[in-house]
């Protein structure tokens, strides 16, 4: 009996260190490459480990011949202000590169695996409308497989600002919060969508917009940036404490980097204290926009057709200081949130985006305000280089699954 006993326990230990060696293969084939023999201007913060890492952020854009994932023919759910080749665009180069890891591969869109990853779950971003523009992206990418159904009415009354899709045969539910400063505003406009209008902002009160709902997501992907930079009033404790650009002499100038600083603290934050959250929040990194020949309002446009080389164009130093100021409030959210078992990711897009001036609608695409043909060096064609934003949510996606795993495993063991 006691031989039997030990044979049957011998096996279960075989098998377990089978699964925890497949397990760690898979992990390592994802991650099994330094990160230090090449560095951009805004490397990765990994974690100080003696673990070598594959960081899929530094590399370089390479021709990618096949092409998109979909078009606007496949993927009848392309809004027009990002539906480029329906409003003329002719050159398709521009969707015809992929981004390339130094020393790994970044996998291609899975939109099967995506799909079952998320069954029974739920995923919001959370932010403006650039990141509504990934959101568009994550369903044409998910078309191949599954189309969802459009029950925004079900939850809000302004349907343009705040989308929400359910994939009935997944369980799955993706949604957008339209929050584009993360707290709470007003004071600028009736709609609250002031292009010019000066608009409060309370740095130390989050959003309801996002916060009233955002419990019941297992993901949220955080993404602000463009409307810190218009003219703006700053409350702290209830008082005013400033303005950026309000051209008022008897208000202290207040700077556009203590305020987005601010925002993300309150946001972060407040994702750490809500009682029955326990998503996986992701961070993607400000997207600076590629205006050139004046700005947005005076004349300003984005013509080119080919990506920047590495050498080419940096990125401006106050495009920079906007991603370490929210690298430096998601590091301190990670390591409180790893003491309650919360998981904060980043997804390192600003410099790989700021090498594509070429994935704008520019003059193809048309306002969700009014039926005409506006400039837009903000937001991105679809398709174009805005799917690879997804590709790397895939990525961090899948890796937190086998990190899980390999976590459940070591715990049974």
Known sequence: MEKALDKTVSIKAFLLTLSLIFISSITLSLLKTSHSRFSLPLPFPFPSSSEKKCDVFTGKWVPHPQGPYYSNETCRLIVDQQNCIKFGRRDTEFMKWRWKPHDCELPLFDAAQFLEI?????????GDSVGRNQMESLVCL????????????NSSADVNYFKRWFYADYNFTLAAFWSPFLVKSGGAHINGHSINGLISLYLDEPDKAWTNEIEKFDYVIVSVGQWFFRPLLFYEAGRLLGCHICNQNNITSVSKYYAYKMAFRTAFRTLLSLKNYTGMTFLRTFLASHFENGDWDKGGNCPRT?????????????????????VEELREAEEKGKKIGLTFELMNTT????????????????SMIKNASVYDCVHWCLPGP????????????????????KAKLMRNA
């Open 306 to 326: 080919k990506p920047f080389t590495s050498n080419e164009m940096k990125l401006q130093e106050f495009n920079k200081e906007f991603y370490w100021v929210q």
């Open 118 to 126: 998320v069954r029974g779950k739920s995923m919001a971003f959370v």
């Open 386 to 405: 805005i799917d690879t934003l997804n590709e790397f949510l895939l990525y961090l996606m899948k890796k937190d699954v086998l990190l899980q795993l």
């Open 142 to 153: 998910l078309a191949h497989e599954a189309y969802p159904l459009d029950i925004s009415r």
């Open 351 to 366: 410099e790989i985006m700021w090498m594509r001036p070429d994935g704008h609608p520019n003059g193809y695409g048309h």
